[in-house]
């Protein structure tokens, strides 16, 4: 290309509406889902989805040391 630096940019980071699935880390603040069937417009991060799944299937130290161990 006759140049020394070329720059290669996501165009969809800010949007992110094109993501495929949650491998990357980095994407997880990204995503929002819906979080409460009952309520669809209630949205959580990946991130966030995965704390509350924990507090509904995990209880006391339990529930504690799972969350801690992600974060």
């Known amino acids: ?3 020394d630096l070329v720059i290669v940019a996501r165009t969809d980071a800010l ?3 094109l993501l495929d699935n949650n491998i990357d880390s980095v ?3 990204h995503i ?3 979080v409460d069937i009952a309520d ?4 959580a991060t990946f991130v966030e989805a995965g704390i509350e799944a ?3 299937n ?3 130290p339990e529930m ?3 969350i801690i161990s992600e974060n």
């Open 27 to 29: 994407d997880h603040p």
């Open 54 to 56: 924990i507090k509904l």
């Open 40 to 43: 669809p417009t209630k949205l």
């Open 15 to 17: 949007d992110a509406k």
């Open 1 to 3: 290309m006759g140049v």
């Open 58 to 60: 995990f209880n006391g």
């Open 32 to 34: 929002l889902g819906c």
């Open 64 to 66: 504690r040391n799972v």
